[in-house]
T-cell receptor, first 116, second 111 residues
Framework: DTGVSQDPRHKITKRGQNVTFRCDPI?????LYWYRQTLGQGPEFLTY????????KSRLLSDRFSAERPKGSFSTLEIQRTEQGDSAMYLC??????????????FGPGTRLTVL | SQQGEEDPQALSIQEGENATMNCSYK?????LQWYRQNSGRGLVHLIL?????REKHSGRLRVTLDTSKKSSSLLITASRAADTASYFC???????????FGTGTRLLVSP
């Protein structure tokens, strides 16, 4: 399967700890997105990269959150000093910006974070 | 924040019946997309309709878009138990790459 993969699938942590999630996009895709989804809601945009450049960040992405895509391939999302309100599903998506069709985003299975 | 609202919030039907879900949004869009999400899992892309299109079909799916009313509908014909999932509309606004999702419709198809 060459879809978007995320690791880990589940993470349980204690409040105040740091966590890091990884996303591997579809191999030829140059755009990568992070979204957060809480129970009963639709996903909310956090940030996106084109290649290694982070081009847009939501105000939801507080200074405790940082995302990187160092070589324009995989990406990591780190949350420092986690809070109970950070408990959510973190979804990664990727797309191919090729001029004609840049809009379909393909999602990974998500990382479910529980902060105790 | 969520861009739009979906209606109904929940829908329960029998296998073989059609299911219609509606989505309303607030701003001008480049395109609108529908996704399916099975419980606790990632989203599966179903169909994309651009702002200059009015209707699109894909298998048992039919999507309409009315930009004057800022609304869209998703019709699933001859539903199956495997169609049980949450369905989300998402808009991509002109000049932006992010998707703005609605609140979703939970569909239950009973055998």
């Amino acid at each position: 399967d060459t879809g978007v993969s995320q690791d880990p699938r589940h993470k349980i942590t204690k409040r105040g700890q740091n966590v890091t999630f990884r996303c591997d996009p579809i191999s030829e895709h140059n755009r990568l997105y992070w979204y957060r989804q809480t129970l009963g809601q639709g996903p909310e945009f956090l940030t996106y990269f084109q290649n290694e450049a982070q081009l847009e960040k939501s105000r939801l992405l507080s200074d405790r959150f940082s995302a990187e895509r160092p070589k324009g391939s995989f990406s990591t999302l780190e949350i420092q000093r986690t809070e109970q309100g950070d408990s959510a599903m973190y979804l990664c998506a990727s797309s191919l910006a090729s001029g004609r069709s840049t809009d379909t985003q393909y999602f990974g299975p998500g990382t479910r974070l529980t902060v105790l | 924040s969520q861009q739009g609202e979906e209606d109904p919030q929940a829908l329960s039907i029998q296998e073989g019946e059609n299911a219609t879900m509606n989505c309303s949004y607030k701003t001008s869009i480049n395109n609108l997309q529908w996704y399916r999400q099975n419980s606790g899992r990632g989203l599966v892309h179903l169909i994309l309709i651009r702002s200059n299109e009015r209707e699109k079909h894909s298998g048992r799916l039919r999507v309409t878009l009315d930009t004057s009313k800022k609304s869209s509908s998703l019709l699933i014909t001859a539903s199956r138990a495997a169609d049980t999932a949450s369905y989300f509309c998402a808009t991509m606004n002109t000049g932006f790459q992010k998707l703005v999702f609605g609140t979703g419709t939970r569909l239950l198809v009973s055998p």
